[in-house]
């Protein structure tokens, strides 16, 4: 038994030498755990992994543990992790810091999605900012954030009201870049892709349907619209009313050239041997009456409705075909004219010999 005693000593003396010779508390106060040289108030040091573990006795719901920062009394930040489900014993991970108070600023939750400013994150990153503030910028290392960024804010300051906005802002002198969007696509037109392609930007509900009323897209500088595209496709340019039309344009178009397809049946038809060419007299008639050719919008219906380029050009046309006609017979009048004349010529010649 004595024998025993003594040899329990001498181990328990082993185990002191041993942790002085990895362990310290030195004069400054500084903790060495697996270092004997602590240059922090606690440093760990060991050949794998350092571990720090801090265990709740008590399976419950709750607070299971927490680092708290303080300085001179008062809390500035801590790191708390929490079991809020019982079922698997699953966690969230918060983290605080001292603004007018100390308060939640981030965590992170089981499913692994993190919250800024969201204790209920639905989706890996959510971002929850505050009225008029910017929710978050993407800025580059040497350029200055105020002269550069790539930031996600609310478009409007109204109170209450969030309309999400992307603002870019290029750091390029001398240059006309803002926001550079690029689509990397694979280089083919497949027939269930007809309607996609490398840039898609789809305007829907909010049931994600089709929208019936609201505008899919409009184009503004300094919220002067310049551009519209309706949901039913059409487009104005200028306009925010393109009326009827699938394009309208309030300006004036530049076309090196245009070509319309417009099923309208061409005034070859005028040359047809069953055509009704109507008389000059009766075309004069028309004209003393109406002030325009015949079949020929007038000014005031232009004026009020405009024209269909494929129409007025097959009118137009038409009425130089009608005119060939009227120089063809007027022609053939002439050449018999001039036969008659020459004819008369002749005897008037033969008569005075």
């Known amino acids: 038994m004595k024998y025993t005693f003594l040899f329990s000593l001498l181990f328990l003396g082993c185990l002191s030498v041993s942790a002085q010779r990895t362990n310290k508390l030195d004069s400054t106060g500084n903790v060495g755990i697996g270092t004997l040289t602590p240059t922090e108030k606690l440093e760990i040091s060991s050949g794998g992994l350092s571990k720090i573990k801090l265990t709740h006795s008590s399976d419950v719901l709750g607070t299971v543990g927490a680092l708290k920062f303080n300085m001179a009394g008062s809390d500035l930040g801590s790191l708390e992790v929490e079991r809020y489900i019982a079922s698997g014993r699953r966690s969230n991970m918060k983290f605080f810091v001292k603004g007018d108070s100390l308060a939640e600023a981030m965590r992170i939750i089981e499913t692994g999605a993190i919250g800024i400013g969201e204790t209920s994150p639905v989706a890996r990153l959510h971002v929850n ?75 829907r509900n909010k049931n994600s349907s089709r929208l019936n009323t609201n505008n899919v897209l409009a184009v503004n500088s300094g919220g002067v619209n310049l551009m519209q595209v309706k949901a039913n496709g059409s487009v104005g340019i200028g306009t925010t009313d393109p009326g009827p039309y699938k394009l309208a344009v309030e300006g004036t178009i530049g076309a090196r050239r245009v070509k319309v397809t417009q099923a309208t049946p061409w005034a070859d038809f005028v040359f047809a041997d069953d055509y009704k060419l109507p008389s000059l007299q009766e075309v004069e008639s028309f004209i003393n009456v109406n002030k325009h050719l015949p079949e020929i919008p007038s000014a005031a219906e232009v004026a009020k409705e405009g024209i269909d380029l494929a129409e007025i050009n097959q009118k137009l046309l038409q009425k130089i075909e009608e005119q060939m006609l009227y120089i063809i017979e007027m022609n053939k009048k002439i050449n018999s004219l001039t036969s008659e004349m020459k004819e008369l010529k002749s005897k008037v010649a033969a008569s005075s010999l």
């Open 129 to 203: 900012g505050k009225e008029k503030t910017i929710f978050s910028t993407f800025t580059q290392e040497g350029v200055a954030a105020s002269d550069a960024a790539l930031s996600i804010k609310s478009a409007t300051g109204t109170s209450g009201v969030y309309i999400p906005a992307l603002v870019g802002r290029t750091y390029y002198p001398g240059r006309s870049f803002g926001l550079y969007i690029i689509g990397e696509a694979e280089d083919v037109l497949t027939t269930p892709d007809i309607a996609m392609g490398a840039i898609i930007l789809d305007g």
